[in-house]
């Protein structure tokens, strides 16, 4: 009975959670609510047993590896083409400074370690994979975190999001085709978040994607 009273209640905070999606689809404060919604819950369970199996992001783990505190106005100044110059202008161009998307709270767990690494490399994740910042890209990028990293958080905001679309009567086709390339490159790379991206800032864009296997088919 209080197992079953635990998990009704759980299913109420996603759905709360993805409500609040809906009504500002764009806003990041209501993906962090979504992502909150999941904290506990059997399918974020699942991402961080599949994750902590994965023998890159095992050795970051064992290793306390961190990355170092970005700079942006140095990676502005990095050549041209290089992941570092491309991450700074993508969020240059968005107005965000990398304050705002890494969680200031301490590590102090396994699974700390994970989300951590989940929210620092989300928008290295969409320089690495090529998608933009609209809606599709946005999409785009949440199908590479669900075939990548097991994401429950992909799964609400994929769904949140085929949904808005439909509602609005805005056109499907560039959501699917997004979405497919998403699950293709997610499926077929390295795992991305175990990799040290930070330390190869200057490293050509197409090499890190030639390595990662992010490269069109």
Same mark, same amino acid.
């Given at each position: 009975m209080l197992l079953n009273l635990k998990t009704h209640l759980q299913s109420l905070k996603m759905v709360a959670g993805l409500a609040a999606f809906l009504k500002k689809p764009d806003s990041l404060?209501?993906?962090?609510?979504?992502?909150?919604?999941?904290?506990?819950?059997?399918?974020?369970?699942?991402?961080?047993?599949?994750?902590?199996?994965?023998?890159?992001?095992?050795?970051?783990?064992?290793?306390?590896?961190?990355?170092?505190?970005?700079?942006?106005?140095?990676?502005?100044h990095l050549p041209e083409g290089s992941l570092g110059a491309v991450y700074a202008r993508q969020l240059q161009a968005q107005g965000l400074t990398p304050d705002?998307?890494?969680?200031?709270?301490?590590?102090?767990? &396994?699974?700390?370690?994970?989300?951590?690494? !989940?929210?620092?490399?989300?928008?290295?994740?969409? $320089?690495?994979?090529? =998608? @933009?910042?609209?809606?599709?890209? &946005?999409?785009?990028?949440?199908?590479?975190? !669900?075939?990548?990293?097991?994401?429950?958080?992909? $799964?609400?905001?994929? =769904? @949140?999001?085929m949904l808005s679309t439909l509602q609005n009567d805005e056109p499907l086709?560039?959501?699917?085709?997004?979405?497919?390339?998403?699950?293709e490159l997610g499926l077929r790379a390295k795992c991305v978040i175990g990799q040290k991206l930070e330390e190869g800032w200057d490293r050509p864009l197409l090499q890190w994607q030639q390595e990662l296997d992010l490269t069109s088919a």
């Open positions: 404060e209501s993906v962090f609510s979504v992502a909150s919604s999941l904290e506990g819950s059997p399918l974020s369970a699942q991402m961080f047993r599949h994750l902590l199996a994965n023998a890159d992001l095992r050795a970051l783990i064992d290793q306390q590896w961190r990355p170092p505190a970005i700079d942006l106005q140095a990676l502005s705002s998307l890494i969680d200031p709270s301490p590590i102090a767990s &396994e699974r700390d370690y994970v989300t951590h690494r !989940l929210r620092e490399t989300h928008d290295i994740v969409h $320089v690495l994979t090529g =998608f @933009g910042v609209d809606g599709p890209g &946005e999409l785009g990028v949440q199908a590479f975190n !669900l075939a990548q990293n097991r994401s429950p958080l992909a $799964v609400m905001l994929i =769904f @949140g999001g086709e560039p959501l699917l085709h997004a979405l497919a390339r998403g699950f």
